[in-house]
């Protein structure tokens, strides 16, 4: 619940205060805990909006309400070939006041790996122990991390058309995880035999196929998040026993790899599964299962969960810079 009693201000918490107060472990936590509110359907998710323009610039807004613990929000970020300031905004859902601006970049890291460790947790075989990763950016290792969660892996395999790419991102996964990792010189190669795939790209043309995964291999799939980019595939969706996405609407709306497969065929549509639904019913994979599938695109409730917990460990802790509160504005004013 809402636990910061001073309503006359709201908090700033800056990215090292939110380092700070949430590890990768509390974030996936946070999410299975937001998730089963979503499937008693106490907590609601805004679709994701953007617009683009430039040379792949894109404007992004997404949100949620979860009235049960006293919030709502929205995160909104401009990426651009400069960068993006990403900003989660944390209102009372009852009085509308303004509680926290929380800087979002570390929160969404977090729960953009989070969210790929919740999925793995519950698609994944129990004995996967190995992972291949198909992208080298700034999400690859929370990634990682977040398998490295859930799963006890051995080994990891990585993979970037830029080979300069593959050398620092191997570097940097030795230093961070306890594990062997290699860098594979093709997807093929980098995902040959692997329990567990992870896509974290911004590629604009599939490159992971069906042929190209092994018996019982889990797919997350998280880099294609507007409709110019595609990670796999149609044919990976046919064959895969199970398909899981974090928000059904917004894969309706921004994926291009369901949106060209599956089109107004409500039929393929009805067999996507929320995450939410996999979360509360705790249903793990079945034995014997083929490929299972997560695409993630991001989703309010995820950062709402995150940043409902990173609010109250601050207002804990005495954390956040104290700003005053705007001035409310009439209800009734449009």
């Known amino acids: 619940m809402n636990t910061d009693r001073d309503v006359e201000g709201f908090r700033w918490i800056s990215e090292a205060e939110v380092v700070r107060l949430m590890s990768l472990g509390d974030a996936i936590e946070a999410l299975e805990w937001v998730l089963a509110l979503e499937a008693r359907g106490e907590a609601q998710n805004m679709v994701k909006t953007h617009v683009g323009w430039g040379q792949g610039s894109t404007l992004h807004a997404i949100g949620a309400a979860v009235p049960g613990a006293g919030f709502a929000g929205t995160k909104t970020w401009a990426h651009t070939e400069g960068g993006a300031t990403p900003l989660l905004m944390l209102f009372d859902s009852t009085s509308g006041a303004l509680k926290a601006v929380i800087e979002a970049f570390a929160l969404g890291q977090l729960r953009t790996g989070g969210i790929s460790g919740v999925a793995t947790r519950w698609l994944a075989a129990a004995d996967a122990a190995e992972l291949a990763v198909i992208g080298t950016g700034k999400q ?9 969660a859930v799963r006890p892996l051995r080994r990891v395999r990585v993979f970037s058309p830029n080979p300069v790419h593959r050398v620092q991102a191997v570097q940097r996964l030795q230093a961070a995880v306890p594990c062997a990792v290699m860098e594979a010189m093709s997807v093929a ?5 692997a329990p567990i795939i992870t896509l974290v790209t911004r590629a ?5 196929t069906a042929a190209m995964v092994a018996k019982g291999a889990h797919v997350n799939a998280v880099g294609a998040i507007t409709p110019e ?5 149609g044919d990976l ?3 895969s026993a199970c398909v899981v996405a974090d928000s059904i609407p917004a ?12 089109g107004d065929a409500e039929a393929r549509w009805r067999t996507v599964t929320p995450l939410c639904t996999v979360v509360a019913q705790r249903a793990a994979r079945s034995a014997g299962a083929d490929v299972t599938l ?3 695109m991001g989703m309010g409730i995820s950062d709402l969960a995150l940043g409902i917990e990173v609010y109250r460990r601050a207002v804990e802790q005495g954390l956040g810079m104290r700003m005053a509160q ?7 004013l449009n």
């Open 140 to 148: 690859m290792l929370a990634q990682v991390a977040a398998v490295a």
């Open 189 to 193: 190669a980098c995902v040959e035999g």
């Open 204 to 208: 604009k043309q599939p490159f992971l």
């Open 229 to 233: 980019r595609a990670e796999f595939t």
């Open 237 to 239: 969706l046919d064959r």
């Open 251 to 262: 894969v309706r709306k921004l994926s291009r790899e369901f949106i060209d497969h599956c």
């Open 294 to 296: 997560f695409k993630a």
């Open 326 to 332: 705007p001035h409310p504005a009439s209800p009734r």
